[in-house]
Every structure is written in structure tokens, then in C-alpha cells.
């Protein structure tokens, strides 16, 4: 038989095996799967294609919400994926021991090493949360506060500089410019301003500064800075249960650079784009913090900044609206439960393998906890405004930070951050919305696909890349009247 007719035949045979092969299993996934009777996208029931277009789209927790919308608060949102929108399924997911991390979180692995964001054994990631959360606990960010208070003072500096001239500033690219100062320093990983300028102009590939980075540490003695490295350096290859090895600091290290930041810049741009769309939500920030502190210089973590309860409460708010992972994290039945008892979540039993989440941004913006959820109402998060119940709710329901044993360890060094960042701007500056399309930038259009509430509140738009990526507010910084001086003298 001639060589070009052998292979039209095989190739034919090889289509048509793959052909019956797609429909039977199509047919299973919709008739005799476990999870065959849970609502969803019909295409997603059958393949992955759904959530991976709406994910090249960077838009699956719009998606996601909009699902919910249609289908209700359990969605099958993939062949083995079941999605939940209830705080009862929060925490019967992410605060059970019983569950784990599911697997297609090694994906991530960039080393040999797991870091605690990617670590799916629970002994590990216990460990690994014990040393690391020492580091950014309360009492330990007090002795990192200079060093974060050195950042903050030169991102106010430098908005004084650019407020100088007539152009609105992109807060989106100043926020992304802090939080690559202030969690590279945390993590040990950081290199002067010009080698980092050298480093992007001849084009390094993030691993490669990451290494150079390292080198640069090393270099130094092991409690020169208050950092990662010093902090535990002193458990490498240690007789006990808490042992690290060398190449493991350098792995939670590469997760801190780029994932440290993330959550305090999305939410400092969020919380100015929020403010510039609310007039009175922003004078009343800005009064509480002028009247707080009698100078910029006096603004620092303690009493008087924990006093400032309007300004937790614009935080909590624009970490419900914009969160900073608005995706669902996923989580399956543990390899090592033999229990008899099956997994049940909000009231459903999930079979053994099958993978299972709550989306934050859907819950975030669930009405039944979050009444008109897209107003931006930091009051709702004050004792004196909200009554008690819906207070409880909310906060069962709130997980910006996640919950349960794997809820993020650095709570304490955000609020930090964040709280810092926001009442410095605001004590030295006035901001307003500039004129023309500017003053649309980061704002998320309505559309009949993705509604946002009424139609008539603007949200900030969020990019779901696992974390986000975010673009705006564009704003007109002014010097505050006699407030700058301490900053020009500096």
C-alpha cells in the first residue's frame, strides 16, 4: 500500500477514535457523572473551556458571579468542579482539616521547593505558617514599621514632586510602585533603585533578578536587616521539627516578591478610585485623619491610627468590592482522610476527588450579606451605623484575607501598609477627578453579559489573573495648604 494512502487511513482511524472517544465521554460527564445534576454552563459541565476562555479573558469572576445569577448559589463551573455561593460553604471548605489545597495548585511550583502559598501537605504548610507568620505578625511588623514608614514617606514625596506639574497621576502605577519597595524589603530581595533601572533596561527575566537578588543578600550577614533571611536563618538545617533548608527561604521569598504587595496595591488603588466616585465618603476620610494627627510625620501604627475606625472601615469595604484574589480558590478532600464520613458542604455530599471552592468576588457581592453590594458604603462596617447581626454576617462572610487555617498570614502587615499609605496621601493631599476620558480610566463598564448592580455606580475593574491587574484612577493630586513643608525639608 503506497506510504501517502497508509496514512490518509491511519489518520482517518485515529479521527474517528477520537471522535467516538469525545462523545462518549461527553455523554458521561452529562448523564453518569456524580455531579450530573448540579446546574451550570452547559459547556463547562463537559470541558475546561469555559473557565479557560473566561480566564484568557481575565474576566472568570465575573463570570463566575454571573453563574451564580442564573443557576444559584451551587454551580457545576467545570467536569469536576463544583463552585459555592454561601458563608456556610466557606467555611465548611476552608476551615476544615479534612480538606486540602487540590492539586492544580502545583502548577505553580517555579522550584523544586513549595512555598506556603503552593505547599498542599497540611504538616508542611503548618510549619511553614508558624515561622513565616512570626515574621509578619502584629508585634513583629513594629519592628519593620521604619522601614515601611521610610517607603511611605517617599511615595508622598514623590506624588509632591509630580503634583508640581499639570498632568493627573495613574494612583494604580504609584500603589504598584510602593509595593515593590515595601515587600521585596520584608523578603530579603532587594536591590538598589539604579540596579533595579539596569535590570529592566537590559531586559532580565524576573527568575534572573530574583537570583541576583539573592546573591546581593547573601553577601551580607545573616541579621544586617530585619527580613526574611534574618528571621530564619537560624532554623536551616536545624535538628528540630521547624528545619528549613536554605533553598526553602529562597522559595517563600520568591512568592513574597511578586504576591506580598498585591493585596495592599490593588486595594490602595481601589479605595482611591472608590473615594473619587463618593464626595462624601472621601471628606469624611479626610477629616477624620486631619483631625487625628497634628502633622504628617505623626501618622504611624498605634493607638491613633487604630483610631481611625472610618478608615478601617473604607479598607474592609474596598476589600469586599475589589478584592484582591476575586477568584475561588480551590480545595479537595484530603488524600489522607479514610474517614466513612463523606465531605459535606453546605449541606451536600461531595464525592471523593471532586474539586470544590467559593468564589470571593460572587460572595463579596451577594446581597443576601451584603445588601445593595455594589454601593460603596464603608458605614456598613460601623458599630454605629449597621445593627449587630448584619454586622456578624458580613463578617463571616468577608474573605478578603481568606479563613480558616490557610487564611493569609500577613492580615496585620496589610492593614499596616494600607492604613499608612491612604492617611499619609490624604493628610498631605486634596484629590479630585481630572477632566476628559482620564477620569474614566479603572472604571468597569456595565455590560448585558457582566451587570454591575443598577447600572448606575461605577466599579473598579479588576483583572482576575489569580491575583489582579488594575489600571487607574487617574487623579489631580494638589499639595494640601502648609502641610508639604515637612516633606520639602526632608
Request: aromatic share 10%.
Amino acid at each position: 500500500m503506497p506510504i501517502p494512502s497508509l496514512l490518509h487511513d491511519v489518520a482517518f482511524y485515529a479521527a474517528g477514535l477520537l471522535a467516538t472517544y469525545l462523545m462518549i465521554r461527553t455523554e458521561y460527564r452529562l448523564l453518569l457523572h456524580p455531579l450530573k445534576n448540579y446546574l451550570g454552563p452547559q459547556l463547562a459541565k463537559i470541558s475546561d473551556t469555559y473557565s479557560t476562555y473566561h480566564s484568557v479573558r481575565k474576566s472568570l469572576h465575573l463570570a463566575t458571579r454571573q453563574a451564580h445569577l442564573q443557576y444559584g448559589p451551587v454551580i457545576r463551573l467545570g467536569p469536576n468542579n463544583l463552585v459555592f455561593n454561601t458563608v456556610e460553604a466557606l467555611h465548611d471548605i476552608y476551615d476544615n482539616d479534612r480538606v486540602d489545597k487540590a492539586r492544580t495548585y502545583l502548577v505553580s511550583l517555579f522550584t523544586p521547593y513549595p512555598n506556603i502559598f503552593n505547599v498542599i501537605d497540611k504538616d508542611k504548610h503548618r510549619i511553614k505558617r508558624k515561622l513565616i507568620g512570626r515574621l509578619i505578625s502584629e508585634s513583629s511588623m513594629r519592628k519593620f514599621e521604619p522601614i515601611m514608614l521610610e517607603q511611605v514617606d517617599i511615595f508622598v514625596q514623590q506624588l509632591l514632586a509630580m503634583s508640581r506639574g499639570s498632568a493627573p497621576i495613574n494612583m494604580s502605577d504609584r500603589s504598584k510602585y510602593i509595593g515593590a519597595d515595601i515587600s521585596p524589603s520584608l523578603a530579603m530581595l532587594r536591590l538598589e533603585p539604579i540596579a533595579q533601572l539596569i535590570n529592566l533596561m537590559q531586559k532580565k527575566s524576573y527568575l534572573r533578578l530574583w537570583q541576583e537578588m539573592i546573591k546581593s543578600r547573601l553577601k551580607e550577614e545573616k541579621h544586617a536587616k530585619y527580613d526574611l533571611y534574618s528571621h530564619l536563618a537560624d532554623y536551616v538545617d536545624s535538628p528540630d521539627d521547624e528545619s528549613l533548608s536554605l533553598s526553602e527561604i529562597w522559595s517563600e521569598a520568591l512568592f513574597f516578591f511578586p504576591a506580598g504587595g498585591e493585596t495592599v496595591t490593588t486595594g490602595i488603588a481601589a479605595l482611591f478610585f472608590y473615594l473619587s466616585r463618593s464626595p462624601t465618603s472621601y471628606e469624611r476620610l479626610k477629616m477624620e485623619i486631619r483631625s487625628a494627627f497634628t502633622s504628617g510625620a505623626e501618622i504611624k501604627g498605634g493607638p491613633q491610627l487604630a483610631g481611625c475606625q472610618y478608615l478601617r472601615a473604607c479598607i474592609d469595604e474596598t476589600l469586599r468590592m475589589s478584592p484582591p484574589v476575586p477568584g475561588t480558590l480551590w480545595r479537595e478532600q484530603s488524600l489522607g482522610d479514610k474517614g466513612s464520613e463523606p465531605l459535606v458542604v453546605d449541606g451536600h455530599v461531595v464525592p471523593r476527588g471532586v474539586i470544590v471552592g467559593v468564589n470571593i468576588y460572587a460572595l463579596h457581592h451577594n446581597e443576601e450579606y451584603f445588601p445593595d453590594p455594589f454601593a460603596f458604603k464603608p458605614g456598613r462596617w460601623l458599630a454605629s451605623e449597621t445593627p449587630a447581626a448584619q454586622r456578624q454576617a458580613m463578617n463571616r462572610a468577608f474573605a478578603a484575607f481568606q479563613v480558616g487555617p490557610r487564611g493569609r498570614a500577613g492580615k496585620a502587615m496589610a492593614y499596616l501598609e494600607f492604613g499608612l499609605v491612604v492617611a499619609k496621601t490624604l493628610w498631605y493631599f486634596d484629590l479630585e477627578l481630572p477632566p476628559g476620558e482620564l477620569a474614566k480610566v479603572g472604571a468597569r463598564v456595565p455590560s448585558t453579559r457582566y451587570p454591575a448592580g443598577d447600572g448606575r455606580r461605577e466599579e473598579y475593574q479588576l483583572q482576575d489573573v489569580f491575583t489582579t491587574d488594575h489600571d487607574g484612577p487617574y487623579l489631580m493630586v494638589r499639595p494640601r495648604d502648609g502641610a508639604s513643608k515637612d516633606l520639602e525639608t526632608r
